[in-house]
């Protein structure tokens, strides 16, 4: 069989290679069973196809990644983040999670180099540490995506109200039309879906790279004004904003609010786990994915914020009044950057460039929402018939259930919607960061057990280059932050008199979610946590070493793949 349609899950014999005999089973596997994520359709009896198909190349995974990351969180969050708090803030606060996002990743990179997974983050959580913490994260992880799919094409819908209002045309009408599109593209297969999105997300980063360079050229007085601003707004009106209170108090305020922001144009970056089971080669694809994540974020998302900061003021009028706006658009602060320097006609292209970049962000979190959930099913934590496949190696029914959730786009059909349909918005950052500390949570473990075993760093095929201490110092303030996160909850109540009982709802409702979740799994299946020398460190290893062997000798018989051409002459050198 062709590498290209293998599976991904074990076709491990019952005869273990003697490496494997002599490491003890995990508590989740007592009898020395293969797990069920790791079983054939014909082991499990499922009665069909669950297997998925490693259809995504090199350059898909790389584009996915950065794809992901890039989205309506930096291009139009990042105003609302200025004008509450100023450029130094955001420089600043952007900077911050950056870092705690490329440790996140880097310990990501370190699990998934040594056994890619099919159930992806989830089931290193269930193997390495325990199934309660990969039974919360799976379905922390699968609420989040559910809930920003529908958010993303709504977004789609706002932003061409550009060019057509509502009185003409529902928002409905677009919400449906996006809908079934990204269903169909998600229905036709792993490599349909991997070759769209790679141009979808090569288009993002060709946009993003271009804006990069437009603000630095009006930033240096290239635009039509000639006015060479430089670092004018950091002096008047200044680089920290007051927020809340005033003097040092409102500026530290208005300095922590945007790190909020910044987790929310963040999340994302993670979906690369979610990807490893579909991954050609992913010992190489993978840990290369994640480790230009670093110069990815610095460019993207660091360098962009700090250029914006320099041709906008905070208390621009403009900014004050996109920050309001219906339209997308509008509400860019990328427009307003453009407006202020005099050019004319370009707000309209830049419109258009969003428009792709929520498609290719909807069209991917239904792909993430999906693969999550089949992942849950194949660990038995999920109905079965969720991790049945078809022929093409499509989780149909997974999809199926995750699109249905889509349908909730339409709740923002109507006005008074919209401000509901916000407070499940607050849910996505909350639910973000459980994830991110669940992948630490799980790095620190997986450590200790290879430790444990044996496992010396230079047998992976990639390591965290700040190790376990990097994923210690991550956890803590990814911690800090979501205890934090709705600070603005009790600052506004001492001050004015009103607690926002809603926002603190749907702001921290995900913690004890989150807490229920793995307290209700131990009390019915009376699991403990797995210790580090019984960890599973191998179940399935052997069989992807095989399939690493084969592809590679394929890739050598059929020499270079040439399909890549235009990525790696034009694109690849950005990463």
Not at 354 to 365: G, H, K, P, R, Y
């Amino acid at each position: 069989m062709n590498i290209l349609s293998r599976r991904t899950k074990g076709e491990v014999s019952g005869s273990s290679n003697s490496q494997e005999e002599k490491i003890p089973r995990s508590e989740s596997d007592p009898e020395g069973k293969i797990p069920r994520s790791e079983l054939t359709s014909e082991d499990n009896g499922a009665g069909g196809h669950n297997d998925l198909h490693r259809g995504l190349k090199a350059r898909h995974i790389t584009m996915i990644a950065i794809g992901g990351a890039i989205g309506t969180g930096l291009i139009i969050g990042t105003g609302s983040a200025l004008a509450r708090a100023g450029p130094g803030a955001i420089l600043i606060s952007y900077s911050i999670v950056g870092f705690l996002v490329y440790l996140v990743m880097c310990a990501l990179g370190e699990m998934a180099a040594w056994l890619p997974l099919a159930s992806g983050f989830t089931g290193y959580a269930t193997r390495f540490c325990d199934p309660a913490l990969g039974f919360a994260l799976g379905y922390t992880y699968w609420f989040k995506y559910i809930i920003v799919t529908p958010n993303q094409l709504t977004a789609a819908a706002l932003v061409l109200q550009y060019w057509v209002p509502r009185e003409k045309v529902n928002p409905g009408v677009w919400i449906a039309v996006f809908l079934v599109t990204i269903v169909f593209i998600n229905y036709f297969g792993i490599r349909f879906f991997g070759e769209f999105e790679f141009w979808l997300s090569s288009i993002k980063v060709v946009t993003i790279v271009a804006l990069i360079l437009l603000s630095l050229i009006l930033a240096l007085g290239g635009g039509p004004d000639h006015d060479r601003k430089g670092f004018r707004y950091w002096k008047d009106p200044g680089a920290f904003n007051t927020y809340i209170a005033k003097g040092d108090k409102g500026r530290f305020l208005g300095l922590w609010s945007t790190f909020v922001t910044a987790t929310f144009a963040y999340l994302g970056t993670e979906l690369v786990g979610v990807t490893v089971g579909e991954a050609q080669n992913p010992r190489k694809t993978i840990p290369r994915a994640i480790k230009l994540t670093f110069y990815r974020i610095v460019f993207f998302y660091v360098l962009s914020v700090f250029l914006l900061g320099m041709l906008v003021p905070y208390n621009s009028d403009q900014l004050i009044f996109a920050n309001k706006a219906k339209s997308s658009a509008a509400a860019s602060p990328f427009v307003v950057a453009i407006k202020l320097s005099g050019i004319p006609h370009l707000a309209g292209i830049l419109n258009a460039c969003i428009l792709l970049f929520v498609f290719s962000a909807s069209n991917s979190d239904l792909y993430i929402a999906s693969r999550t959930i089949y992942g849950l099913a194949c660990e038995g934590k999920a109905p079965a018939f969720l991790a049945r496949t078809d022929k093409r190696g499509v989780p149909v029914y997974s999809l199926g259930i995750s699109s249905l959730f889509a349908l909730l786009a339409f709740m923002n059909v109507s006005d008074d919607s919209k401000i509901v349909f916000g407070y499940f918005v607050n849910l996505v950052t909350i639910f973000g960061l459980l994830t991110w500390i669940s992948i630490l949570v799980t790095h620190i473990y997986f450590v200790r057990a290879r430790r444990a075993q044996g496992i010396t760093d230079d047998q992976l095929a990639y390591t965290a280059p700040l190790g376990i201490w990097g994923s210690y110092g991550a956890l803590v303030s990814c911690s800090i932050i979501a205890v934090f996160k709705n600070f603005n909850v009790f600052t506004y109540s001492k001050s004015y008199g009103n607690f926002d009982y809603k926002n603190f709802i749907t702001g921290y409702l995900g913690i004890p979610l989150y807490l229920i979740m793995i307290v209700g799994y131990k009390l019915c299946f009376k699991n403990t946590g797995i210790p580090a020398s019984k960890a599973d460190l191998f179940t399935g290893k052997d069989k992807i070493d095989r399939e690493e062997e084969e592809f590679l000798k394929q890739q050598a018989l059929k020499g270079e793949n040439k399909g890549g051409w235009f990525y790696k002459t034009f694109i690849s050198w950005l990463f």
